[in-house]
C-alpha cells in the first residue's frame, strides 16, 4: 500500500495515498472541528470549520476534501485559523435559532458543544433570519428549519446511503434550505422514517415525534394497566444516554428502570423475535415445499416494508406476511396475556422501546391490530426512554440488575441477535435447519451471516437442500439486490433485509454519536458485539427452544402457521404512491 509522509503541528505522519488532511490528523490524535462532515457519508467542505494552512498555499484550506501531499506541511492552531473559524461559526449563527435550553438537542448539539469550545456567544452578525417551517405532520419524524445549518449530511445519508432521496436542497443563497421536494411534507414524501437523518443531524433540525407525553399520561391512569416491552438492540443502546461506552449490555438494568417507571409489566419483545422465528421458519418451508412465491423477505423492519411498498412493489409477495416482533407482542399482550389474566383488553396500554423511529409509523398503521385495538399503542426511542429515567430521578448507572417479568419476558439467544443485520437470518436458520433435518446444530453460530458488509450471501444445507440465503442492510443495499435479482444476476431462497445501516443497533432511535466519535469507533460493531456476547451467555440460543413460546402454542395457537396465529399474528401489505 502506498503510503504519504506529512507533518501536522509538528508531528510527523504517515498515511494511506489518497488520504484527506482530516484523516490524516485524526490518524495522529489531533483534533480539527467539522460540522458538515460525516465519516463515509458526507465530505463537501461546506461549513469551513475544518480549515488549516498548508505551507506555501495562498489560502487556507479545508481539511476534509483537501488531499494529502507528500512533505506537506500542516498547521491547526494559528491566530489566522481561529479567527476564521469563530468567524464562520458565528455566521452560523446568525441564522440560526437559538433557543437552546427547549431544545431537543440541547447538551448534545455540535454547533453548541463547538460554540462552547471556541468561546463564541453569537449575535454579533444577527440579522434578518431565513424564513423557516416546522413540518410535524410525520407520525416519526419532526422537522423545523430554524434550527438548519444547511451542513446536508441528512441529505447525504437520504440520498447516497439510503438510496430514497426523500429531502433535498432547494433554491440558492440566503434562501438555500433543505426540505421536500414541491414543498411537501415528509409525510407526504417518499420518506420511510428510518430516522437516519435524526442520527446525521448535527443540530436539532431533525427529531422523533416525541410520545414521552402520552406514555406518563397512561402511567398515571388508574384504569390503564400499562406493559412495556424494549427491542433487542435497545439493551446495547440505552446505556449511553447516562454516558456508559458504546455498546454496554445494559439488559438487567433496562428491566430494573423500566420496573421503576412504573410499568404493570415489563415483558421483552426478544421472546417475540423467537415467536417471529416460528411463525417466520414454517412459512418459508411452507413456500419452499408447496411452490409459494420465492425469495421469501423478511418483514421485521418497517422502514424496510414502506421502502418496498414505495420503490418495489413487484415484490410485495415476496414479503413475509409475519408482523414485526414487537407488533406480534402487543397483540399476544392484548389477546393471550389479557385472558390468561381476566383483564379486558381495551384497558391494556402496550409500549414499545425501539432503536427504531419507523415504528412510530408502522404502529400506527390501520393493516395492523385487531378488534379494533392497535397491537401498539405508544413507541418510545431509546433516546426518550432515556429523557423519561432522568426526568424520574432514576440512578441508571447504579441500578442493581433485574430479570424481565414472566412469561413473555423469557427469550433466547436467537431472539437477542435480531438487532443486529444478519440476526434475523441466523435465528431462522438455527430453527429451520433442526425443524428439518431432524438433527441437532453442533455449532449454532452461523458466521457468514455476520459482519457489516453490505450485502452477504451463503448456501446452507438443509438435509440435502441446498437454501441459498441473502442479507442486506440499509435501503440502498436492498436495492442494489433487488435489482440484481430483477435483472436475472442473482437467485435466492431466503433473503433478510433491515432498513438501517447496520440493522436495529444504529437505528433511527438509538443514542446519537457526534461527528468526530464517529471517526473512532463503529456503533455497527460494538453494539452488535454486545448482543452478539449476550446471545453467547443465553443457556437457550434456539427459538423452538424457548419454553415460554411452546406454552403459548399449547394453550392457544395450537400451531405455527395455524388458522389462529394467523389471525392475529399476519398481515399483508400494498403498494404506495411515491408522491
Known amino acids: 500500500m502506498n503510503t504519504v509522509s506529512l507533518t501536522i503541528d509538528g508531528v510527523k505522519v504517515e498515511v494511506p495515498a489518497g488520504s484527506t488532511v482530516l484523516e490524516a490528523a485524526r490518524a495522529a490524535n489531533i483534533n480539527i472541528p467539522t460540522l458538515c462532515y460525516l465519516k463515509d457519508i458526507n465530505q463537501i467542505g461546506a461549513c469551513r470549520m475544518c480549515l488549516v494552512e498548508i505551507k506555501g498555499a495562498r489560502a487556507l484550506a479545508a481539511a476534509c476534501v483537501m488531499p494529502v501531499g507528500e512533505g506537506m506541511e500542516i498547521k491547526t492552531n494559528t491566530p489566522k485559523i481561529r479567527n476564521a473559524r469563530k468567524v464562520n461559526l458565528e455566521l452560523l449563527l446568525s441564522n440560526h435559532n437559538r433557543e437552546c435550553t427547549s431544545c431537543v438537542r440541547s447538551g448534545s448539539c455540535e454547533l453548541q458543544t463547538m460554540c462552547n469550545e471556541m468561546g463564541v456567544p453569537g449575535g454579533r452578525f444577527d440579522g434578518v433570519k431565513t424564513p423557516s417551517t416546522v413540518d410535524d405532520i410525520s407520525p416519526s419524524i419532526v422537522r423545523d428549519n430554524s434550527k438548519c445549518i444547511l451542513c446536508r449530511r441528512c441529505v447525504a445519508v437520504c440520498n447516497n446511503i439510503q438510496n430514497i432521496g426523500a429531502i433535498g436542497v432547494a433554491n440558492r443563497g440566503f434562501n438555500t434550505s433543505v426540505g421536500c421536494v414541491f414543498g411537501k411534507s415528509l409525510a407526504e414524501s417518499t420518506c420511510v422514517n428510518c430516522g437516519q437523518c435524526i442520527v446525521a443531524c448535527p443540530v436539532g433540525a431533525l427529531h422523533e415525534k416525541e410520545h414521552i407525553n402520552e406514555v406518563w399520561a397512561a402511567l398515571e391512569d388508574p384504569d390503564k394497566y400499562v406493559i412495556v416491552q424494549p427491542a433487542p438492540a435497545v439493551r446495547v443502546g440505552i446505556g449511553e444516554e447516562f454516558g456508559m461506552p458504546v455498546g454496554t449490555r445494559c439488559t438487567g438494568k433496562l428491566a430494573a428502570a423500566l420496573r421503576r417507571l412504573g410499568f404493570d409489566k415489563v415483558f421483552d419483545t426478544d421472546f417475540a423475535a423467537d415467536l417471529t422465528i416460528m411463525e417466520e421458519g414454517t412459512e418459508l418451508l411452507e413456500r419452499m415445499k408447496n411452490d409459494g412465491v420465492l425469495p421469501m423477505i423478511t418483514s421485521c423492519s418497517p422502514g ?30 392484548k389477546s393471550y396475556f389479557a385472558k390468561k389474566n381476566n383483564i379486558d383488553p381495551k384497558n391494556i396500554y402496550v409500549v414499545s422501546v425501539m432503536p427504531c423511529t419507523a415504528k412510530k409509523f408502522e404502529a400506527a398503521r390501520p393493516e395492523l391490530g385487531h378488534d379494533g385495538m392497535r397491537d401498539v399503542d405508544a413507541v418510545l426511542t431509546v433516546r426518550e426512554l432515556g429523557k423519561m429515567i432522568k426526568t424520574a430521578g432514576i440512578d441508571f448507572v447504579n441500578l442493581p440488575d433485574e430479570d424481565f417479568d414472566d412469561v413473555l419476558g423469557e427469550s433466547t439467544g436467537a431472539g437477542v441477535i435480531f438487532g443486529a443485520t444478519g440476526g434475523v437470518m441466523e435465528a431462522a436458520l438455527r430453527t429451520v435447519y433442526e425443524v428439518v ?23 446452507v444445507d438443509l438435509g440435502g437442500k441446498t437454501v441459498k440465503v441473502a442479507i442486506a442492510h440499509g435501503t440502498g443495499n436492498a436495492a442494489k439486490l433487488l435489482d440484481k435479482i430483477k435483472a436475472g444476476e442473482a437467485s435466492y431462497d431466503f433473503i433478510e433485509v433491515m432498513g438501517c445501516p447496520g440493522g436495529c443497533v444504529t437505528g433511527g432511535g438509538q443514542p446519537i454519536i457526534n461527528a468526530t466519535r464517529l471517526s473512532y469507533i463503529d456503533p455497527k460493531k460494538v453494539r452488535a458485539a ?45 403498494a404506495r404512491k411515491k408522491y
Open 304 to 333: 424496510w416494508i414502506k421502502f418496498c411498498e414505495t420503490f418495489y412493489p413487484e415484490f410485495i409477495p415476496n414479503l413475509s406476511s409475519c408482523k414485526s416482533p414487537h407488533e406480534m407482542m402487543g397483540a399476544v399482550i
Open 437 to 459: 433435518t431432524g438433527k441437532t446444530l453442533d455449532k449454532v453460530d452461523f458466521e457468514a451471516c455476520r459482519g457489516i458488509e453490505g450485502i452477504k450471501e451463503a448456501s
Open 530 to 574: 454486545g448482543l452478539y456476547g449476550e446471545d453467547a451467555d443465553k443457556p437457550l440460543r434456539k427459538s423452538h427452544e424457548n419454553p415460554a413460546v411452546k406454552a403459548i402454542y399449547e394453550e392457544f395457537f395450537k400451531a405455527p402457521g395455524s388458522h389462529e396465529a394467523h389471525e392475529l399474528l399476519h398481515t399483508h401489505y400494498t
